[in-house]
């Protein structure tokens, strides 16, 4: 299996910061990775496909980079909504794979 | 607008199977990919397996043994059956629809989920 892992595991940022998440296969998974946000009790949303292409109806705000092994998710300008734990998933080989998730609360 | 909405049991004993429906509107079951996906209490995302094409399934290898996901195209609905459950099996179980080879593969409509504890 593929293991994906996600850092940090928390972080705290304020209203307007930018954010940066970081994920790092285990081996190359080209760009089949995909980035979720989940607020508790809700179900996981799509944010960021193929590491870089914006889901519909995501803000500009969220963007996504990377390639082979290391992939980033940045939220340019913390917003109060975006407060929320967010997963990456591989999809370049199966079993589909998550990293452990990182929550992002507020300062 | 698709929607998903997990029903069955709250409560499962161990040695018994856990048995889920997923039920999809707004949209036909007949095409993309159905997925099942749990999370445990205070844990990540584990990928259960999917089906799709009314019938191809791929499962999780650590779970393979003990799950069968199968779809009614008629009632728009797919199923989850995880047997001889134990306590590590109690978790939240999504289901969501994932778009296919075409866009890589990843999840755009998940249910909210529902939490299935194994105890006696």
């Known amino acids: 299996d593929i293991q994906m892992t996600q850092s940090p595991s928390s972080l705290s940022a304020s209203e307007g910061d930018r954010v940066t998440i970081t994920c790092r296969a285990s081996?190359?998974?080209?760009?089949?990775l995909n980035w979720y946000q989940q607020k508790p009790g809700k179900a996981p949303k799509l944010l960021i496909y193929?590491?870089?292409s914006l889901q519909s109806g995501v803000p500009s705000r969220f963007s996504g980079s990377g390639s082979g092994t290391d992939f980033t998710l940045t939220i340019s300008s913390l917003q109060p909504e975006d407060f929320a734990t967010y997963h990456c998933?591989?999809?370049?080989?199966?079993?589909?794979?998550f990293g452990q998730g990182t929550k992002v609360e507020i300062k | 607008q698709v929607q998903l909405q997990e029903s069955g049991p709250g409560l499962v004993k161990p040695s018994e199977t856990l048995s889920l429906t997923c039920t999809v509107s707004?949209?036909?079951?007949?095409?993309?990919?159905w997925s099942w996906i749990r999370q445990p209490p205070g844990k990540g995302l584990e990928w259960i397996g999917y089906?799709?094409?009314?019938?191809?399934?791929n499962y999780n290898p650590s779970l393979r043994s003990r799950v069968t996901i199968s779809v009614d195209t008629s009632k728009n609905q797919f199923s989850l059956k995880l047997s001889s459950v134990t306590a590590a099996d109690t978790a939240v179980y999504h289901c969501?629809?994932?778009?296919?080879?075409?866009?890589?593969?990843?999840?755009?409509?998940w249910g909210r989920g529902t939490l299935v504890t194994v105890s006696s």
């Open positions: 969501a629809r994932d778009r296919g080879p075409s866009f890589g593969y990843n999840f755009d409509h």
């Open positions: 707004g949209g036909s079951i007949s095409s993309y990919y």
């Open positions: 089906i799709y094409n009314s019938g191809i399934t």
């Open positions: 081996q190359s998974i080209s760009t089949y």
């Open positions: 998933q591989q999809t370049y080989s199966t079993p589909w794979t």
């Open positions: 193929g590491a870089s």
